[in-house]
T-cell receptor, first 113, second 112 residues
Framework: EPEVTQTPSHQVTQMGQEVILRCVPISNHLYFYWYRQILGQKVEFLVSFYNNEISEKSEIFDDQFSVERPDGSNFTLKIRSTKLEDSAMYFC???????????FGPGTRLLVL | AQSVTQLDSHVSVSEGTPVLLRCNYSSSYSPSLFWYVQHPNKGLQLLLKYTSAATLVKGINGFEAEFKKSETSFHLTKPSAHMSDAAEYFCVVSGGSYIPTFGRGTSLIVHP
């Protein structure tokens, strides 16, 4: 069964450094999403992406964040200058056209020191 | 607007006994409702979903949920808990924009 994959599974970085989290959505899906889950808290929506542009974003998704689909398969989340409070699990998800169900990747655990 | 309330942060059961994880929602649209499970250090796995078809929805691993519009509830049940069911469970509502709103999660603890 096709699945969403994410790399790396874990990343440790220093405050102020840039990180890029990578996702490979399910191949025929058109809608892509990033979420984060701070330890002990609920999953929060960050951004949705369709047709090579952001369709919706939350207030969390400020100028430090950007998303890109650099080729036909990858979907990336970049954090330009990481802060301690960016430490979280980041989930990528994708869904097909006219489908409600989003399929989630296994997540990247980001730790900012 | 939409919201989800998972009424219990933790539920503790003995192996072989029934499981009930409660979820109430609100939505301005006819909602789609989902339950996801997250095992430790794993991603989110879809257990089941309701998308305006049958109100009793069967999912994987013996779980099921019933959509009750009058009660705005979508509680998750399983007749007999297994040790492998120990995990975090998230109730999720999705409305017109397809941006889902997650509940805070319920941690299911299964005792031998």
């Amino acid at each position: 069964e096709p699945e969403v994959t994410q790399t790396p599974s874990h990343q440790v970085t220093q405050m102020g450094q840039e990180v890029i989290l990578r996702c490979v959505p399910i191949s025929n899906h058109l809608y892509f999403y990033w979420y984060r889950q701070i330890l002990g808290q609920k999953v929060e929506f960050l951004v949705s992406f369709y047709n090579n542009e952001i369709s919706e974003k939350s207030e969390i998704f400020d100028d430090q964040f950007s998303v890109e689909r650099p080729d036909g398969s990858n979907f990336t989340l970049k954090i330009r200058s990481t802060k301690l409070e960016d430490s979280a699990m980041y989930f990528c998800a994708s869904r097909g056209d006219r489908q409600e169900t989003q399929y989630f990747g296994p997540g990247t655990r980001l730790l900012v020191l | 607007a939409q919201s989800v309330t998972q009424l219990d942060s933790h539920v503790s059961v003995s192996e072989g006994t029934p499981v009930l994880l409660r979820c109430n929602y609100s939505s301005s649209y006819s909602p789609s409702l989902f339950w996801y499970v997250q095992h430790p250090n794993k991603g989110l796995q879809l257990l089941l979903k309701y998308t305006s078809a049958a109100t009793l929805v069967k999912g994987i691993n013996g779980f099921e949920a019933e959509f009750k519009k009058s009660e705005t509830s979508f509680h998750l049940t399983k007749p007999s808990a297994h040790m492998s069911d120990a995990a975090e469970y998230f109730c999720v509502v999705s409305g017109g924009s397809y941006i889902p709103t997650f509940g805070r999660g319920t941690s299911l603890i299964v005792h031998p």
